[in-house]
Protein backbone atom coordinates (compact mmCIF):
# COMPACT_ATOMS: atom_id res chain seq x y z
CA UNK A 1 0.00 0.00 0.00
CA UNK A 2 1.46 3.46 -1.36
CA UNK A 3 0.57 6.31 1.38
CA UNK A 4 0.32 9.80 0.47
CA UNK A 5 1.25 11.42 3.75
CA UNK A 6 4.08 10.03 6.41
CA UNK A 7 4.35 10.87 9.96
CA UNK A 8 6.65 10.58 12.41
CA UNK A 9 5.80 8.74 15.27
CA UNK A 10 7.17 8.60 18.87
CA UNK A 11 6.29 8.06 22.62
CA UNK A 12 7.69 10.13 25.41
CA UNK A 13 6.90 7.48 27.95
CA UNK A 14 2.97 8.98 28.15
CA UNK A 15 1.94 9.80 25.08
CA UNK A 16 2.67 9.25 21.70
CA UNK A 17 3.53 11.61 19.39
CA UNK A 18 2.90 12.14 15.43
CA UNK A 19 4.86 14.99 13.25
CA UNK A 20 4.85 16.15 9.56
CA UNK A 21 7.03 18.67 9.58
CA UNK A 22 5.88 19.78 6.03
CA UNK A 23 2.07 20.08 7.42
CA UNK A 24 3.19 21.33 10.40
CA UNK A 25 1.22 18.94 11.93
CA UNK A 26 1.82 17.73 16.03
CA UNK A 27 -0.56 15.77 17.32
CA UNK A 28 -0.83 13.59 20.76
CA UNK A 29 -2.65 11.18 22.33
CA UNK A 30 -2.30 8.77 25.36
CA UNK A 31 -3.15 5.80 23.11
CA UNK A 32 -2.57 5.18 19.25
CA UNK A 33 -6.62 5.70 18.67
CA UNK A 34 -6.49 8.71 20.80
CA UNK A 35 -3.40 9.58 18.32
CA UNK A 36 -5.21 8.74 15.23
CA UNK A 37 -8.40 10.54 16.21
CA UNK A 38 -6.07 13.09 17.05
CA UNK A 39 -4.61 13.01 13.39
CA UNK A 40 -8.21 13.20 11.83
CA UNK A 41 -9.65 16.29 13.16
CA UNK A 42 -6.45 17.42 12.36
CA UNK A 43 -6.28 16.52 8.18
CA UNK A 44 -10.16 17.70 8.63
CA UNK A 45 -9.44 20.97 9.38
CA UNK A 46 -7.02 21.59 6.51
CA UNK A 47 -8.86 22.11 3.17
CA UNK A 48 -7.07 19.92 1.00
CA UNK A 49 -7.44 16.97 3.05
CA UNK A 50 -11.10 17.66 4.38
CA UNK A 51 -13.54 15.14 3.14
CA UNK A 52 -11.27 12.81 1.94
CA UNK A 53 -9.73 9.40 2.05
CA UNK A 54 -6.00 9.82 3.25
CA UNK A 55 -3.45 7.03 3.68
CA UNK A 56 -0.99 8.01 6.47
CA UNK A 57 2.30 5.75 6.78
CA UNK A 58 3.51 6.53 10.48
CA UNK A 59 7.29 5.76 10.96
CA UNK A 60 8.59 5.00 13.84
CA UNK A 61 11.31 7.21 14.85
CA UNK A 62 14.17 4.80 16.37
CA UNK A 63 16.37 7.92 17.21
CA UNK A 64 14.42 8.33 20.33
CA UNK A 65 15.16 4.48 21.39
CA UNK A 66 18.38 4.07 23.50
CA UNK A 67 21.41 3.13 21.49
CA UNK A 68 22.20 0.14 23.67
CA UNK A 69 18.93 -1.96 22.33
CA UNK A 70 18.79 -0.39 19.24
CA UNK A 71 21.39 -3.52 18.25
CA UNK A 72 18.17 -6.07 19.28
CA UNK A 73 15.88 -4.66 17.15
CA UNK A 74 16.17 -3.24 13.50
CA UNK A 75 12.95 -1.49 13.97
CA UNK A 76 10.16 -0.78 16.49
CA UNK A 77 7.13 -1.05 14.45
CA UNK A 78 5.87 1.27 11.77
CA UNK A 79 1.79 0.99 10.68
CA UNK A 80 -0.40 2.17 7.88
CA UNK A 81 -3.69 3.73 8.50
CA UNK A 82 -6.28 5.18 6.21
CA UNK A 83 -8.52 8.06 7.61
CA UNK A 84 -11.84 8.47 6.11
CA UNK A 85 -12.26 12.00 6.73
CA UNK A 86 -15.95 12.21 5.72
CA UNK A 87 -17.48 9.27 7.38
CA UNK A 88 -15.03 9.46 10.23
CA UNK A 89 -13.73 6.16 9.87
CA UNK A 90 -9.97 4.86 10.85
CA UNK A 91 -8.78 1.51 9.56
CA UNK A 92 -5.52 0.70 11.08
CA UNK A 93 -2.87 -1.92 9.16
CA UNK A 94 0.59 -2.80 11.02
CA UNK A 95 3.39 -3.79 9.29
Request: aromatic share 8%; net charge positive.
Amino acid sequence: MVCELEVVLTHDGRKWAGRNDALGILVRGETLGALDTALMAALAARPDYAGRKVCVAMRFDNATIPTWIRQYASHYFNRLVELDLRAGRITEHVT
